[in-house]
């Protein structure tokens, strides 16, 4: 495949990055995961809003302007064959001589993106469904949740737990017993006909797929949409639970430690959240 690194673009096996790089020694970066089908970002502005914002808290100073992403983006969607890709965008501190905490005042940050096959948008094809099996588990991540870090220790190692009590994905839970999110995605809640789904803070990251069904949830107004606490209890007794993530849209949660969400299929709620969402996410 066609990569980009630092303003040229070349093969893959060509790309090649210091390992006194920051983002390999610390995770000492950003990035941001853009889904593409045929040829056309979803979201675009808002993926690269979270990245100016995590660059900004990280202090990582970078003068790419939004047509300069937005042409990086297109350039590898041309270069990769245009199909339905996701385009993977990293942008680490930089390259430091000698390796030590504090951030080095005169550093170049390093600018790398990739585009890879993501499939069939999910929701072009409603018959196959794909269903997804959690687990619970107490949130060991950091505090700053929030920042679209590439130190994604926390967040794999959960996703790994997971896997090994033979699950797709793991709700976590703060020490009050509180839904933060999940591994690699944000939670939505269904009880009694409404739709429920924690609020923002440095807990969660700012998911660009929640933030697009929230608003469609809205503009259409048939369901009651709450951003609020949610306990572990709720979760436990919900009638529908849904992850959300740029890769997997709206997708429906239907077992949990083992038992069955709901009816253990996916539900009539997410049925029409996910066909809103497709309608209207670009
Ligand atoms: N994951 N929460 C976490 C911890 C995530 O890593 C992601 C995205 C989300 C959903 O965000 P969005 O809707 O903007 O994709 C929530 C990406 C896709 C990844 O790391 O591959």
């Known amino acids: 495949s066609i990569v980009y690194l630092n303003g040229q673009y070349m093969p893959m096996e060509q790309a090649s990055i210091s390992p006194l790089d920051r983002g390999f020694l ?6 941001e995961v853009i889904p593409c089908f045929n040829a056309k970002p979803v979201g675009f502005a808002l993926h690269m809003q979270r ?22 983006v297109e350039q590898l969607l041309e270069a990769n064959g245009k ?13 430091q001589p000698k390796r030590s905490h504090a951030y080095p ?18 929701s072009s094809n409603p018959a196959q469904v794909k269903t997804f099996r959690a687990v619970t588990e107490q949130d060991r991540r950091w505090r700053r949740c929030h920042i679209k ?36 995605c944000n939670v939505f809640m269904v009880k009694d ?6 609020e923002l803070d440095h807990q969660i990251l700012p998911g ?3 933030h697009l069904l929230l608003a469609i949830l809205r503009k259409d107004g048939r369901f009651k949409v709450e951003e609020r606490p949610i306990s572990l209890d709720e979760v436990l007794s919900a009638d529908e639970l849904w992850l959300t993530s740029s890769s997997k849209e709206v997708a429906p949660i239907v077992s949990l430690n083992g038992g069955p969400v709901g009816s253990g299929q996916p539900g009539p709620v997410w049925e029409q959240a996910q ?8």
């Open 208 to 210: 660009i797929t929640r």
């Open 26 to 31: 610390f995770g000492d970066g950003i990035y």
């Open 193 to 198: 006909g409404v739709i429920a789904t924690p």
């Open 105 to 122: 005042s005169e550093i170049t940050p390093t600018v790398f993106g990739f585009a890879f096959e993501i499939g069939d948008s999910p």
């Open 51 to 72: 990245m100016q914002d995590g660059l900004a808290e990280l202090g990582i100073k970078l003068s790419t302007t939004l047509a300069e992403w937005r042409e990086i």
């Open 149 to 184: 870090s590439t130190a994604l220790l926390g967040n794999i190692m959960h996703y790994h737990q997971g896997q090994q009590r033979g699950a797709d994905e793991v709700l976590l839970f703060n020490e009050d017993q509180q839904l933060t999110e999940a591994a690699s």
């Open 275 to 282: 066909t809103l969402f497709s309608a209207h996410k670009y």
């Open 83 to 95: 199909g339905n890709l996701g385009v993977y965008l990293h942008v680490s501190r930089g390259m």
